[in-house]
């Protein structure tokens, strides 16, 4: 066989070891949908008078009041949901980038993780350490009553 012929067989052999290497990464694409579709991010407030549960996208699916929340003042009670509420859709978002790092982030050097916290640490005024941090406990600390709550030009990825 010529050199020239051998040439052609190896690279013809590394093609379809890219090929083959691609398909295994994208064979839990099929499944993507039903993982984020599970997410579920719990988030209680820290006097634990109010949890929220939010999935995939963000949706609120739960918000339960315990007896004790109902004793507080209705700007607080309501500055507690909104922030619990936050933490809860914040998780979520971070689920569903960890799902997608999962499956993507190594084939296309992307850290969407990475890039939901620096935008959530941005817009909730905390550090990113923090938000780390509270994906590894169900009892979320609200944000800064304070702060700017308008977030309407800002999205979980920043500006």
């Known amino acids: 066989?010529?050199?020239?012929?051998?040439?052609?067989?190896?690279?013809?052999?590394?093609?379809?070891?890219?090929?083959?290497?691609?398909?295994?990464?994208?064979?839990g694409v099929s499944d993507l949908g039903e993982r984020v579709a599970e997410?579920?991010?719990?988030?209680?407030?820290?006097?634990?008078?109010?949890?929220?549960?939010?999935g995939a996208g963000g949706m609120v699916?739960?918000?339960?009041?315990?007896?004790e929340a109902l004793r507080l003042g209705s700007a607080e009670l309501s500055a507690?949901?909104?922030a619990t509420l936050r933490q809860a859709v914040a998780g979520a978002a971070r689920q569903q980038a960890g799902i997608v790092d999962e499956a993507f982030g190594g084939a296309f050097?992307?850290?969407?993780s990475e890039h939901v916290r620096q935008a959530q640490a941005a817009a909730?005024?905390?550090?990113?350490?923090?938000?780390?941090s509270?994906?590894?406990?169900?009892?979320?600390?609200?944000?800064?009553?304070?702060?700017?709550?308008?977030?309407?030009?800002?999205?979980?990825?920043?500006r």
């Open 134 to 158: 509270q994906d590894e406990t169900s009892s979320r600390r609200p944000p800064d009553a304070s702060g700017d709550d308008d977030f309407d030009q800002d999205t979980i990825f920043g």
């Open 80 to 82: 507690t949901i909104m």
């Open 61 to 67: 699916t739960d918000i339960r009041l315990a007896p």
């Open 124 to 132: 909730f005024g905390t550090w990113e350490g923090d938000l780390a």
């Open 109 to 112: 050097n992307v850290d969407a």
């Open 1 to 27: 066989m010529s050199a020239h012929m051998e040439q052609l067989i190896a690279e013809f052999e590394k093609f379809g070891a890219r090929i083959r290497q691609a398909e295994a990464r994208f064979a």
């Open 39 to 54: 997410v579920e991010s719990v988030a209680t407030s820290p006097d634990r008078g109010v949890t929220v549960v939010a």
